[in-house]
C-alpha cells in the first residue's frame, strides 16, 4: 500500500471517530460552604430568568413571588458545595427588572458574583451584628439581614420599585439587587446584594455614617484599632471634617437626598444613614483592588455600571469621561455614580449614598424614643425619633456639614 494510500484511510478512520466531550459543571470556588450556595443560587436565578419573558408591567403578584430550590445528596464540588441545601430568592421578577434599571445585566452580575470568591468584610460598627462580603471585584455588597428586614422590605418594596422608575434609577438610596434566603447545615440566613457605594479603583481612606445625631454617636476605641474603621456624627465634628464639594455640586446633591429622604419619610422610615467615603488623591491608589481583576474582565468592565438613565449598558462606575444626566453634580462621570470631587486645597474625592433603610417606626422604635428620652433628656439629640423630626435633623446636618 502507497503511504498516500495509507494517509488517506488514516483520514478517513479519524474522522469516523466521535469526540465525546463532558460538559463542564460550573465550579464555585469559596472559602465557605455558606457563600458557595449563595453563587450556586446566583447562577441558578441567573439562568432560570434566562428563560422568562419580562413583563412589560409588574402585577401585584410578582411583588409576592419567590423561587425555591432544595438540593439533596450533591456530590459535585463537595469540597465546598455540602450535601444538602435550600435556596430561596424572593421577588426575582422585580428585582431583575430593578437591576435593568440599575443598567446592571445578568451577564455582569453573574460574572461579578461567581467568577471569584465572595469575600468576608469587616465593616459592621453597628448593634446588628451583620456578616458583609464583597464580591470578587468590590462591585457588590452583600449583607446578612434579619427575618424582620425581610418582612420590611416586603413592605416597601412597590414603592421602592416606583421610586425607581420615577427617578429612572437615578437614586442614592440603596441599589437593592437580590435577596436570598439560605439553608444550610440546618441554619437559615437571609442575604440582601446591593451595589458598592465605593470606587472599585480609589482606596477609601476614611469613612463615615452619618445619622444627624450626637447621643452615643461616636466610634468605640475597638473601632478605631480597625484597619479601616467607621467613624460617626461626632467624629466627623472632632476631626473637624468638611465636605467642600462647591455651591453648585452641593444644591445639586442636597436637592437629591432630600427627594430621597422624603421618601423614607412617607414610609415613616428611620434611623438610616449617610455613608461618606473619603478618598485622599495625593496618597497612592490602591491598586490591589483591581488586581483579581485580569485584563479580559477590564475591558468588560468598560461595559459596567453606567449612570442608570444612560441607554448604553452596563460601563464601569470608574470610567473616565462619561456624560451624566442633566441632575448630575457633574458633567462628566469622573469617579462613578456616587463619587464627587472636593473644591477645596486638598485633592479628595467624596463617595456618599444612604444606607440602612429598612427600620420602620413602629413600636419598638417608639418604646426606644420613651426610653432614650428619660435617659439623656427631651433636649438631646437622640437617634430615635419620629421619622419627620428625623429626616429634618438629618438634612439639617448634612447641610451643615457640606460646603
Known amino acids: 500500500m502507497s503511504s498516500g494510500e495509507s494517509s488517506n484511510k488514516k483520514n478517513k478512520n479519524n474522522k469516523n471517530k466521535l469526540s465525546i466531550k463532558i460538559q ?15 453563587m450556586w443560587g446566583i447562577n441558578y436565578s441567573c439562568n432560570e430568568l434566562k428563560h422568562v419573558n419580562m413583563p412589560e408591567l409588574l402585577m401585584p403578584d410578582d411583588f409576592k413571588a419567590y423561587m425555591k430550590v432544595k438540593i439533596d ?27 435593568e434599571r440599575f443598567n446592571i445585566s445578568d451577564e455582569s452580575y453573574l460574572k461579578s458574583l461567581t467568577n471569584g470568591d465572595v469575600e468576608p468584610i ?3 460598627s453597628g448593634k446588628s451584628n ?16 434579619t427575618s424582620e428586614d425581610v418582612e420590611g422590605l416586603h413592605n416597601i418594596l412597590t414603592d421602592y420599585h416606583k421610586h425607581i422608575v420615577e427617578t429612572k434609577g437615578n437614586t442614592l438610596l440603596p441599589h437593592l439587587l437580590s435577596v436570598f434566603r439560605l439553608t444550610v447545615e440546618d441554619k437559615e440566613i437571609y442575604l440582601l446584594v446591593m451595589r458598592n457605594v465605593f470606587s472599585t479603583k480609589y482606596k477609601i481612606h476614611i469613612k463615615y ?5 450626637s447621643v452615643d454617636r461616636a466610634a468605640s476605641l475597638k473601632e478605631k484599632e480597625k484597619d479601616s474603621p467607621t467613624l460617626k456624627d461626632n467624629d466627623l465634628i472632632n476631626d473637624g471634617r468638611y465636605i467642600k464639594i462647591g455651591t453648585e455640586a452641593k444644591n ?20 438610616y444613614s449617610l455613608l461618606i467615603g473619603v478618598t485622599d488623591l495625593d496618597k497612592s491608589i490602591d491598586s490591589t483592588l483591581d488586581s483579581k481583576v485580569s485584563e479580559e474582565n477590564k475591558l468588560e468592565s468598560d461595559q459596567d455600571n453606567l449612570s442608570p438613565t444612560e441607554d448604553t449598558e452596563d460601563t464601569d462606575d470608574d470610567q473616565l469621561n462619561v456624560p451624566t444626566p442633566p441632575d448630575s453634580p457633574s458633567s462628566k462621570l469622573t469617579y462613578g455614580l456616587f463619587g464627587l470631587p ?3 486645597p486638598k485633592k479628595e474625592v467624596y463617595f456618599m449614598a444612604l444606607i440602612d433603610i429598612l427600620t420602620h417606626y413602629g413600636l419598638k422604635k417608639r418604646s426606644a424614643n420613651v426610653a432614650k428620652t428619660v435617659k439623656y433628656g427631651a433636649d438631646q439629640e437622640i437617634s430615635t425619633v419620629k421619622p419627620d423630626q428625623y429626616a429634618k435633623r438629618f438634612l439639617d446636618f448634612v447641610n451643615k456639614i457640606i460646603q
Not at 463542564?24 to 449563595?38: D, G, H, N, Q, S
Not at 456530590?75 to 441545601?85: A, E, G, R
Not at 455614617?209 to 445625631?213: A, F, N, Q, R, Y
Open 24 to 38: 463542564k459543571k460550573k465550579v464555585f470556588r469559596a472559602t465557605e460552604p455558606l457563600i458557595a450556595v449563595f
Open 73 to 99: 445528596n450533591q456530590h459535585f464540588n463537595k469540597n465546598t458545595l455540602p450535601s444538602h441545601y435550600k435556596v430561596k430568592e424572593y421577588c426575582p421578577l422585580v428585582f431583575k427588572n430593578m437591576r
Open 122 to 124: 469587616d465593616c459592621s
Open 130 to 145: 451583620a456578616r458583609f462580603y464583597a464580591s470578587y471585584d468590590k462591585r457588590y455588597i452583600i449583607k446578612s439581614i
Open 209 to 213: 455614617d452619618i445619622k444627624g445625631s
Open 252 to 271: 445639586l446633591f442636597l436637592a437629591k437626598l432630600t427627594r430621597d429622604v422624603d421618601f423614607l419619610c412617607s414610609l415613616k422610615i428611620m434611623d
Open 342 to 344: 472636593s473644591q477645596g
